[in-house]
């Protein structure tokens, strides 16, 4: 345990055991295997929390070479889709988690830092969506310029949003959020130029100069389905928007988020701008929102109302709920287990949907901060 | 002239369906200061608790026994009476266990709630997925005017809601419960402290609460002939706008906020042209303006945030 | 302590690993191994509908198996879309990377089914719909390997207005129809169906899904002057009854109430009872109670009633059997033209596509709603003058 060569080794020993073990519950396929590699999850996950020699040896190994760790993982999630090349759907699944990824990190902070739970998500994403869909049927304009135009003008209406309702109490603005979400669904289905209930048809893939992101990649000589270019842009987008929320935690507007979700009076005799940081936070939120709209109309070709309802708003919820508040990694993890389970247990069919609920019952039972809670801030 | 009358009524049977649901809203959220989102769903599970007593008196043949009056007004109290027990049983585990923790972890918790009481209703119910025809348990009578129709059915169930609700005014001004239940809603630590079990006070409150939502059930099963495990999503939303637009707290607002929330929808969708597919989107822009520019609702007294 | 802690780790690594390298065939198989796709929604407003279908395609593929003179042994794949796109296409792709699967019977909204056209297509697999009315599906794009048995709406509509406008001879309608995508497809259908024969729109309303209340828009009509004389509604069986049931209560029974194949189904008249007598219907293929299918489903023991789309979920499977059958699973390009090119002979009638994979029949029928029931017009007792329809 002592020599620097061991520990890393035993580090990258013990990432790439757990990185096989999720790869394994993801590409199981024969019932009998899903459910022995959803035990074997569980369980190492259980001992490592318990055993406390365990779980402070991975916490110091982690802290002690961060780096190394980190581009270990990279390089996992980088390969990932060539492990899984004969496999489009998984690669799928994992960009459909990415964007829920974005979806969460968004709503995280705004739950977790300032308290406020916006159920608005499905009409900020639709916001993202939409825009870049319509813009792009249009004007024709390309994916990479529309991508921060949805960010944008979803981040604009969180704006809007946020104005009226900075005087207006925390449950109270839940059901703002709620109203919100229901009003821009029956708007969508009913305004003509939004498609109807139809909506927009004909999105183009993207492209990267002459390369469609419709078309396999060659990859180290491996064809990779085209699933992959998305899961590649979305890896991409969720890595900076956890590095962009990780600076949020950590700087200034952190602790005011922080310090209005404890108490809002405090906050204010504390020369906080309240006001201010409330509508920064539902304009962050709406952007991150925004943006995964855009990546996902661009992914389908194909958008219409019935993906934003308010079911997206409470399961993102969900997903940030179990995965941890405040919690960067905990979301992200929070929402794997949301998007990949579900998918796995496709056997349990008929009560996904109750299973769904349940599980948030149980999650807020046993362990209401979250799987991973907020880590205390370290002040050093 | 015909026309308008027949409006007006319609929209009289929208709004009581807010308003009984609202009226729990509001009693909870009084009491112990929560937001009750599957309490629409308990008002499905009256109508559905409804049909299932009926088919079972039915299948018994106790018709055979007891003149039909008898029979269906056991049907509805014994249905309030369930509604109401599980009403409370749904407090006792979902939300007291949650009684000190953050707001937000109720409010999740009882929209979890409403996901597992709509799925239970649409997997172990036999179809379901599908619409249940709700029994005639009222005479089928009407009186008739020309052409102006009121059926009696409507009128009953109307009426039933009307007397509970003053019933239920009655017992929270006038009696000792009742002023347990005004003292936790102002101050429940003060409340205990003069000697309140709060605990008990606050299941009785959720009896009554639930109870009167399950003559919303009915009311929706009798007026719209049809329920389906899903109304109570919506309906829980309404009422608990209604209950905001009136005054989160304030019983004479939940009223009020039912009938302007019923009129406003009835009223577009039938006289602007067009307008009906917009009638939600006017129901919440009614709600979301309010909680903008009056939070405390029409008729909530103004609280100042005491520092 | 730490050997048994490495030793664990060894243990759980190798275990795991050994999962993932599970062979796909533990048994030896006598006849090679067919799959056939089905989604449908399985959770969600349209379960019943999903589910039934489900139960359908399931009977097709028990009998096929059971039959013993096909070369192929065949296995249904049941995937839930949810009345959802995304998950829809997470299904198709699911199903689409699967090389076992040779073709699949797919979806009832048709949202859902123009965003997975495009799956099946770039993967060049047969999709049959056995729901989904909406035209886009296959002219707009006319994908080789998209089909569709059941009518579209323009071939629906054209033929109730033919009949009640025509026929019956009421001319003035006043429409109601739902948002979603099928409501709309059908007054996108209705109108021009109705301009076209000489009929006339006095009036149109859209209603969002889950309303429960149309007195309003109905006493409006009630009370125009000059009323329509007949109710057009472009929605399906969960508010289609509850419009009958209140245009009744609100003494409107001078006025016809028609619809097309979304009124066809059993909820539509055991919900409405008696109220729904004399209403008039574009209906699917009628299915003899005495038929094989309704003998053998109800046999098979199924918790869900087949629905109205059933039959159809059931032809297809088999329609995608017999092409298999002649000319096998592999080349599924094959498959995909062998499936536009057949014609064939089921419950349904006789099935046939046109230049765009949409069917020419699918059974349409005219129905009329009497007694609780739904009877064939030819059949009925209107037809015979014996009962007559609202307002003659």
Known sequence: MNSKLSQISLLLFIETFAFLLAFSFLVAERTYSILITFVILV??????????????????????????????????????????????????????????????????????????????????????????????????????????????????????????????????????????????YLLLINFDWTGGPDGIADIPFPKIGRFSFGSSIHLFGFEIPFQANFYYLTLFLVIITFIVSERFHHSKIGLAWNAIRDDEIAAECQGIDVTYYKILSFATNFFFDGIAGAVFAFNMSHISPESFTFNISVTVVAMVIVGGLGNTGGAIFGVLLMTIIPEKFQIFQDYRVLLFGFVILLMLFIRPKGLFPQPIRKYE | ??????????????????????????????????????HGDVAMIGSFIGIILYTLADLSGIHRYLPPMIVNSCIVVLTLGLVGILGTFFERTVIKPFRFSPM???????????????????????????????????PQTAFQFGKLIFLHEHLIILGIGILLIAAMFLFINHTRIGLAIRAISQDIEAASLMGINFDIVIAITFLIGSILAGVAGILTGVYFNVVKFDIGLMA???????????????????????????????????????????????????????????????????????V | MKTHKGLLFMGMVLLSILTFFTPANLIAAEKPLVKIGFIGPLTGPNAAMGLGSRNSADLAIREANARGDL????????????????????????????????????????????????????????????????????????????????????????????????????????????????????????????????????SEDGITVGTQDFRGILSRIK?????????????????????????????????????????????????????????????????????????????????????????????????????????????????????????????????????????????????????????????????????KLPGK
């Open chain 1, 43 to 184: 369980l190492s996950g259980y001992l490592v929390r318990r055993i406390h020699s365990v779980r402070q040896m991975i916490r110091t190994l982690f802290q002690q070479h961060k780096k190394i760790a980190l581009v270990w993982s990279l390089i996992f999630l980088f390969i990932l889709p060539i492990l899984l090349k004969n496999n489009p759907y998984q690669i799928y699944i994992l960009f459909y988690a990415g964007v829920f990824a974005l979806l969460a990190l968004g709503l995280n902070w705004q739950i977790g830092g300032t308290n406020i739970v916006n159920f608005a998500t499905g009409a900020s994403f639709a916001t993202g969506a939409y825009t870049a869909a319509l813009l792009a049927k249009h004007l024709g304009l390309s994916f990479w310029i529309l991508l921060p135009i949805s960010g944008l003008s979803a981040g604009i209406l969180g704006f809007i949003l946020g104005l009226p309702c900075m005087k207006v109490e925390r449950y109270y603005l839940s059901l703002v959020t709620l109203a919100f979400t229901f009003i821009v």
């Open chain 2, 1 to 38: 002239m015909i026309y308008l009358i027949e409006q007006i009524y319609i929209a009289l049977m929208l709004s009581s369906n807010y308003i009984l649901i609202a009226v729990g809203f509001t009693l909870f959220f009084g009491a112990i200061n929560i937001v009750h989102f599957s």
């Open chain 2, 104 to 138: 937000l972890i109720t409010l999740v918790a009882t929209v979890a709630l409403g996901i597992v009481i709509r799925e239970f209703v649409r997997l172990f119910y036999p179809q379901g997925s599908n619409p249940q025809l709700f029994p005639k348990i009222f």
């Open chain 2, 236 to 306: 829980g939303i309404k009422g608990f706008s209604a209950a905001v637009v009136g005054g989160l707290g304030n019983f004479y607002g939940a009223i009020l906020g039912g009938l302007l929330l019923g009129f406003a929808e009835s009223f577009v969708s039938a006289f602007i042209p067009g307008g009906s597919p917009y009638k939600d989107v006017c129901a919440f822009t009614i709600v979301i303006f309010f909680l903008i520019f009056r939070p405390s609702g029409i008729v909530g007294e103004i609280k100042y945030k005491k």
């Open chain 3, 71 to 202: 070369p192929y042994r065949f296995e249904l794949v049941v995937l839930d879309d949810a009345s959802d796109p995304a998950t829809g296409v997470a299904t198709a792709t699911k199903l689409c990377s699967d090389t076992q699967v040779a073709a699949a019977t797919t979806h009832f909204n048709s949202p859902v089914g123009l965003a997975t056209i495009h799956v099946f297509h770039r993967y060049g697999v047969p999709q049959l719909f056995w729901g989904g009315i909406h035209p886009d599906i296959t002219n707009k794009y006319n994908y080789p390997e998209v089909t569709r048995i059941n009518p579209n709406t323009l071939v629906e509509h054209s033929r109730l207005v033919q009949f009640v406008v025509q026929n019956q001879g009421y001319k003035d309608w006043s429409i109601i129809y739902d948002t979603t995508s099928y409501g709309k497809s059908c007054l996108d259908a209705v109108k021009p169906a109705l301009a076209k024969i000489g009929g006339r729109v006095l």
């Open chain 3, 223 to 387: 009370a125009m002057k000059p009323g329509p004389q007949a109710i057009y509604f472009g929605g399906t069986g969960t508010e289609a009854p509850l419009i009958k049931i209140q245009m009744n209560q609100l003494g409107m029974r001078d006025l016809l109430y028609a619809g097309v194949t979304g009124f066809d189904s059993e909820t539509f008249n055991k919900t409405a009872g008696e109220e729904a007598e004399g209403t008039m219907i574009v209906g699917k293929a009628q299915i003899d109670e005495n038929s094989h299918f309704v003998k053998a489903y109800k046999g098979a023991g199924y918790k869900e009633y087949y629905e109205a789309t059933g039959p159809y979920a059931y032809e297809a499977v088999n329609m995608i059997i017999e092409a298999i059958k002649k000319v096998g699973p592999k080349d599924k390009a094959l498959l995909a033209k062998t499936i536009r090119g057949l014609e064939y002979k089921g419950i349904l009638g006789t099935t046939k596509f046109d230049e765009f994979g949409q069917t020419l029949s699918g059974g349409l029928t005219y129905k009329v709603s009497q007694g609780g029931k739904w009877v064939i017009w030819e059949t009925s007792d209107y037809s015979t003058g014996k009962r």
